[in-house]
Nanobody
Framework: QVQLVDSGGGLAQPGGSLRLSCAAS????????MGWARQVPGKGLEWVSG????????DYADSVKGRFTISRDNAKNTLYLQMNSLKPEDTALYFC???????????WGQGTQVTVSS
């Protein structure tokens, strides 16, 4: 069965960095676009980034453009999100998902919490 396992969240200081990982199994990873989204309690789900199956195409929300980088290692069936220059407003529960944009998501990870605070 399809499984997505998120990891790498934690506490970071403003201006700091974190790298999220998403280990995928149960499907042909390289055949699917993948994405990251985040949710703040009391707010809606926000799309963060997406990447095509072969990694040649990616896109970002304006709120993270220039600071976050999505990537994938198809040999390891793993999706990444490198987050630099973190801001307190990046604090959220981050999910990886199968699909490029939120409306395409059909499977989700369990989420990993990112907290940016001094």
């Amino acid at each position: 069965q399809v499984q997505l396992v998120d990891s790498g969240g934690g506490l970071a200081q403003p201006g700091g960095s974190l790298r999220l990982s998403c280990a995928a199994s149960g499907f042909t990873f390289s055949s699917y676009a993948m994405g990251w989204a985040r949710q703040v309690p009391g707010k809606g789900l926000e799309w963060v980034s997406g990447i095509s199956g072969d990694g040649s195409n990616s896109d970002y929300a304006d709120s993270v453009k220039g600071r976050f980088t999505i990537s994938r290692d198809n040999a390891k069936n793993t999706l990444y999100l490198q987050m630099n220059s973190l801001k307190p407003e990046d604090t959220a529960l981050y999910f990886c998902a199968r699909g490029f944009f939120i409306n395409e998501y059909d499977y989700w990870g369990q989420g990993t919490q990112v907290t940016v605070s001094s």
